[in-house]
T-cell receptor, first 113, second 115 residues
Framework: AQKVTQAQTEISVVEKEDVTLDCVYE???????LFWYKQPPSGELVFLIR??????QNEISGRYSWNFQKSTSSFNFTITASQVVDSAVYFC??????????FGKGTRLHILP | DTEVTQTPKHLVMGMTNKKSLKCEQH?????MYWYKQKAKKPPELMFV???????INESVPSRFSPECPNSSLLNLHLHALQPEDSALYLC??????????????FGPGTRLTVL
């Protein structure tokens, strides 16, 4: 069975702290895609990053960084020096070979001023 | 233009009404999607269109009827809905369905309330 697990339901940190959101996936596919999306209170899902299964290079984009490790089936997301505007629900997602995107349950992140 | 637009933003309808949700993108994407999202839950896939043909139907009740009139437009026709169908309906598009650049870009959603 294919599955995405975001074990952290809700996290609260004080502004300027670093925070890591965990994502673990299960699949027997050799080719797959992983994504992170942000959903602020307005409701729109905002695409953050895509990774395919052949590319284990970590990525940094400003204050955001992603750590993809196939050995542990994890695709974790770190926000450095968090800001109040980072408050949102973050979804990790997996695209399977049937072209269906499977979302994790999401992590609700609160950045406290 | 890197935007997916959805209308209306909010919709309240009775169980006997017929209404439609509209989604539009002008990014040249050839795959379009409908999702349903209940409060505090992840989005659930309903339908996928690829090159204007229905590619995936996730066993959605027939009271939801999708339509893709052209490559930029996606509609969701609603008829005889139930109160439990109240949710945020999200439209998304991606360049292609299989392989290639397949990240999905989402619209702001239509918040539907069925009375």
């Amino acid at each position: 069975a294919q599955k995405v697990t975001q074990a952290q339901t809700e996290i609260s940190v004080v502004e300027k702290e670093d925070v890591t959101l965990d994502c673990v996936y299960e699949t027997r596919d050799t080719t797959y895609y992983l994504f992170w999306y942000k959903q602020p209170p307005s409701g729109e899902l905002v695409f953050l990053i895509r990774r395919n299964s052949f590319d284990e290079q970590n990525e940094i984009s400003g204050r955001y960084s992603w750590n993809f490790q196939k050995s542990t089936s994890s695709f974790n997301f770190t926000i450095t020096a968090s800001q109040v505007v980072d408050s949102a629900v973050y979804f990790c997602a997996f695209l399977n070979r049937d072209d269906k995107i499977i979302f994790g349950k999401g992590t609700r992140l609160h950045i406290l001023p | 233009d890197t935007e997916v637009t959805q209308t209306p933003k909010h919709l309240v309808m009775g169980m006997t009404n017929k209404k439609s949700l509209k989604c539009e993108q002008h990014m040249g994407h050839r795959a379009m999607y409908w999702y349903k999202q209940k409060a505090k839950k992840p989005p659930e896939l309903m339908f996928v269109y690829s090159y204007e043909k229905l590619s995936i139907n996730e066993s959605v009740p027939s009271r939801f009827s999708p339509e893709c009139p052209n490559s930029s437009l996606l509609n969701l026709h609603l008829h005889a809905l139930q109160p439990e169908d109240s949710a945020l309906y999200l439209c998304a598009s991606s360049q292609v369905l299989r392989g290639g650049v397949n990240e999905q870009f989402f619209g702001p959603g239509t918040r539907l309330t069925v009375l």
